[in-house]
Every structure is written in C-alpha cells, then in structure tokens.
C-alpha cells in the first residue's frame, strides 16, 4: 500500500524584509510575495514565532516533559537558531499547514520568479514522512 505524504512550503525572507513580515504581514513591501499567497489562498507565518507558540500552548497544557517540547523549547533559547528561524516562514496553504504534493508543487513554482528576483532568499519544500523529518535528539527524551 502506498502512502501518500503531505507537503510544506518554506521560505526564507533576507532581515529586514522578514522583520517588516513579522511586524506587518500586510504591508506594502510585500506586495510581489503577497500577491502569489492570495492567489493559492496561502498565509504565512515565521517559524520563529510558530516554535514559540508551540512551547506557550505545551506549557498551558502541561506538556513539558514531551521530548518535542524540549527540544522546541531549546531552539528557541539559542540565540544563532533564533537568528535563523526569525527570517524563515511557513507557508499555510487553505488555512492548512500541509497540504497536497500538488498545491505544494504550484506554490513552489510560483515562488521561483521571486526566489530568482532576490525578493525570496531561499524556497525549501518539505514532506511528512517521518524519515525525511528530525526527531529529536536523544538528549531531549
């Protein structure tokens, strides 16, 4: 039986634009990246933030002793990781997180012009199977 994996889109945005997506996902500035979200009805959101968020709904639901939150909790600590993960942002297609090889792959070839245009600094797209994904570190189970 084959299984079929979800995909992800991330992209990587140069510091200051991705402090201006950060600040004001809205503003003008992001104009050329915004346009092609709306038209795959897309959001995005910094890994930063979302690692953070994580970690804030662990600790209310008291699920700080999960390996996962550890090493979540971790990333967010080191400060060279936060430096990196703050210009990265995943890309919600649909309002979901993953989403279809398909809707990846239009996504990622949307984006190309403005990976080649500079705007974009880097395009990665990732899939669900839980071989191709870190788990984390035994120091954190």
């Not at 600590?77 to 990265?88: G, H, I, P, Q, T």
């Not at 989403?99 to 990732?126: C, V, W």
Request: hydrophobic content about 40%; aromatic content about 10%; proline content about 6%.
């Amino acid at each position: 039986m084959s299984r079929s994996w979800k995909y992800q889109i991330r992209i990587d945005l140069e510091e200051a634009l991705a402090e201006v997506a950060r600040r004001d996902p809205q503003d003008p500035a992001l104009r050329p990246l915004l346009d092609v979200l709306a038209r795959h009805r897309a959001t995005m959101k910094c890994q930063f933030d979302g690692f953070a968020d994580y970690v804030a709904e662990a600790e209310r639901n008291g699920a700080v002793h999960d390996p996962l939150y550890k090493w979540t909790k971790a990333v967010i600590k080191d400060a060279a990781k936060k430096e990196k993960y703050l210009k990265s942002f995943t890309i919600y297609a649909g309002g979901e997180e993953v989403y279809a090889n398909e809707t990846a792959s239009a996504l990622e070839m949307d984006l190309q012009p403005l990976a080649r245009a500079g705007f974009i600094a880097r395009i990665s797209k990732h899939d669900t199977n839980p071989a191709n994904n870190p788990q984390p570190p035994e120091c954190f189970r």
